[in-house]
T-cell receptor
Framework: DTAVSQTPKYLVTQMGNDKSIKCEQNLGHDTMYWYKQDSKKFLKIMFSYNNKELIINETVPNRFSPKSPDKAHLNLHINSLELGDSAVYFC????????????FGPGTRLLVL | GEDVEQSLFLSVREGDSSVINCTYTDSSSTYLYWYKQEPGAGLQLLTYIFSNMDMKQDQRLTVLLNKKDKHLSLRIADTQTGDSAIYFCAEPSNDYKLSFGAGTTVTVRA
C-alpha cells in the first residue's frame, strides 16, 4: 500500500562509520530523488535518477554514493560519516520528470555522534 | 531554498483563517506546490496549482497564483489544531529537481 518507503526510519551511528539508506517506490515512476533536510528544516536536492541513470548530483561530497539497481529502488550509501551529515534524508519519486508531482517517503533521521 | 521565499512563522487562533505567502523565481514553472510537514513526520503533498490557473480551491484550502508578481499563497479556512505544521512552497527549478522555500511554521493557538 505504501507508495514511497525508506529504511531505516532512524539511524544513529558513530563518526567515521559507513551506512546505507534504502528507498523503494511502487508507483511505477521513472524518476527518483534524494533530498536532505538540515536542522533548520531547509530542504535541498542531492541526487536525481531517471530510469536508473544519474541526472543531478548537486555538489554533494563523493562520500555519498547513490545506487539505483532498478527503476523502483534508489539507495544512498554514505562513507566516513561526519557530524555535519546529521539530517533527515528524504527519498521521492515522480512519474517522468521533476516538473511533475513528486511523492516523498517518510524520511530517515540520521544522527552522527 | 535560494529561489523560493516564504515567511518563517505564522501564529493563528483556532477557527481563524491562515494565509501563507511565497514568492518564486522561475516563470516557466508548470506546477507550483504546497507540501505539509507535521512534527517528526515526512512531507505530504497538500495541494498544487497549474501555472495557467489563478486560483484553486480544495475544501478548506485555497491557492492563489499571481504570475505577474510570481506570488503564491495558501489560505486555510477555519484553521484547526491539526493544521499546526511546517508548510513548504516548492517549484520545479529544472526538469529534475524541486526548489523549496524555507518553510512556514504555523502554530494554531486555542
Amino acid at each position: 500500500d505504501t507508495a514511497v518507503s525508506q529504511t531505516p526510519k532512524y539511524l544513529v551511528t558513530q563518526m567515521g562509520n559507513d551506512k546505507s539508506i534504502k528507498c523503494e517506490q511502487n508507483l511505477g515512476h521513472d524518476t527518483m530523488y534524494w533530498y536532505k533536510q538540515d536542522s533548520k528544516k531547509f530542504l535541498k536536492i542531492m541526487f536525481s535518477y531517471n530510469n536508473k541513470e544519474l541526472i543531478i548530483n548537486e555538489t554533494v561530497p563523493n562520500r555519498f554514493s547513490p545506487k539505483s539497481p532498478d527503476k523502483a529502488h534508489l539507495n544512498l550509501h554514505i562513507n566516513s560519516l561526519e557530524l555535519g551529515d546529521s539530517a533527515v534524508y528524504f527519498c521521492a519519486s515522480s512519474h517522468h520528470t521533476g516538473r511533475e508531482t513528486q511523492y516523498f517517503g517518510p524520511g530517515t533521521r540520521l544522527l552522527v555522534l | 531554498g535560494e529561489d523560493v521565499e516564504q515567511s518563517l512563522f505564522l501564529s493563528v487562533r483556532e477557527g481563524d483563517s491562515s494565509v501563507i505567502n511565497c514568492t518564486y523565481t522561475d516563470s516557466s514553472s508548470t506546477y507550483l506546490y504546497w507540501y505539509k510537514q507535521e512534527p517528526g513526520a515526512g512531507l505530504q503533498l497538500l495541494t498544487y496549482i497549474f501555472s495557467n490557473m489563478d486560483m484553486k480551491q480544495d475544501q478548506r484550502l485555497t491557492v492563489l497564483l499571481n504570475k505577474k508578481d510570481k506570488h503564491l499563497s495558501l489560505r486555510i479556512a477555519d484553521t484547526q489544531t491539526g493544521d499546526s505544521a511546517i508548510y513548504f512552497c516548492a517549484e520545479p527549478s529544472n526538469d529534475y529537481k524541486l526548489s523549496f522555500g524555507a518553510g512556514t511554521t504555523v502554530t494554531v493557538r486555542a
